[in-house]
């Protein structure tokens, strides 16, 4: 069966969500609706390191890879959600080759990278240590997300860096960098995010993007993106409420 990373690098088309529910219930029931792939926000939520070793496992009953999006560069950060048995990690904020150099380094073991070796979940707690550092560097996903000025302009730099799998535009942020946020930067902000995806497309890596709907997929993937996260759990949640109760009360009766 095709990894969730070779899917990734193979451009294959991905949707997963952002979890920010700091539950496992709520990861199951998010598991269990047809992702390719989660994304566990620790930058975002109120959710603490030792609770997302659980909302893996929660991620693993359907056997749904569960990435995280770490606060920061931290390289304590990164290695403390990959022993957890993450998937992958989502680095926010990567504005420079240095910093995206960085990430690789933390992700993967030598001779690639820096990251230590520890008897963590990922290991089966030191169980399974041999096979895990055999398959790690080759399964993990190592995402970085682009967000800034500074990193669109650096963005060939960047993507020049071995180690990174996936380029992931974060257009939230990017806006407000760029100042191209409300109807007026739209074309701007749209600009920025094609200019990023052509760069990373010639340079055959995969590109990723944040949409708060599906409305737009279609045209972003025909741009070049094929990894996508969609709006979050809770953005879902409180979608579909406010849908059935606009529905109850329209109802004729």
Known sequence: MIS???????????VGTFASIPHPVAIEVTAAAGLNFLCIDWEHSQISRERIEDLIRAADVHQVPAMVRVPGHTPEWIASVLDAGAAGVLVPRVSTAAQAEAAVQATRYPPI?????????????????????QAANEDLVLAIQVETA???????????VEGIDVI??????????????GPSGTEKLEAAI?????????AGRTVGIFRPSPDDVGKWAQAGV?????????MFLGASI?????????AEG
Do not use: M, W
């Open 113 to 133: 990278g820096e990251r230590g070796v520890g008897p963590g979940r990922a290991a089966a707690y030191g169980y399974r240590i041999p096979n895990y550092l």
């Open 150 to 160: 500074e990193g669109l302009a650096n963005i060939e730099a960047i993507v020049a």
């Open 4 to 14: 969730f990373r070779q899917k990734c690098l193979q451009h294959e088309r991905v």
């Open 194 to 202: 094609r200019k990023i995806t052509s760069t990373v497309r010639a």
């Open 226 to 234: 094929s990894f996508f996260l969609l709006a979050s759990d809770t």
């Open 242 to 250: 406010a849908a059935g109760v606009a529905a109850a009360h329209a």
């Open 168 to 181: 992931f535009i974060g257009p939230g942020d990017l806006s407000v960098s760029i100042d191209a946020t």
